[in-house]
């Protein structure tokens, strides 16, 4: 059964840093499809940002530029850097994971992962 954990959520500051990890256990296939998605209250879960099996990585509009995901396939743990930070991106944020290749070519497509963490608050204040 694949499980994920994510840690490093919490407050910051508008124009803060803040670094999202995700451990991911119980499959073997070496280079998954893994994304971030954030919901926030009242709204839809969206994809974030995303990374396919090639390597391939998708990130959502309004976080280009100031966010950076990057998997650590040794240690099986999916990151997420975000920097710039804005109060609008105030949201649960979710870990998700598929033992395999993508299935639909973007990478945050929520329709490619079947595996979810239980998620990380993060709160951004101005």
């Known amino acids: 059964q694949v499980q994920l954990a994510e840690s490093g959520g919490g407050s910051a500051q508008a124009f803060g840093s803040l670094t999202l990890s995700c451990v991911a256990s119980?499959?073997?296939?070496?280079?998954?499809?893994m994304g971030w998605f954030r919901q926030a209250p009242g709204k839809e879960r969206q994809g974030v940002a995303g990374i396919d099996s090639d390597g391939s990585i998708s990130y959502a509009d309004s976080v280009k530029g100031r966010f950076t995901i990057s998997l650590d396939n040794a240690k099986a743990t999916l990151n997420l850097q975000m920097n710039s930070l804005k109060p609008e991106d105030t949201a649960m944020y979710y870990c998700?994971?598929?033992?395999?290749?993508?299935?639909?070519?973007?990478?945050?497509?929520?329709?490619?992962?079947?595996?979810w963490g239980q998620g990380t608050q993060v709160t951004v204040s101005s």
């Open positions: 998700a994971a598929e033992p395999s290749r993508c299935y639909y070519s973007n990478p945050i497509e929520r329709r490619n992962f079947n595996y």
């Open positions: 119980g499959y073997t296939y070496s280079s998954p499809c």
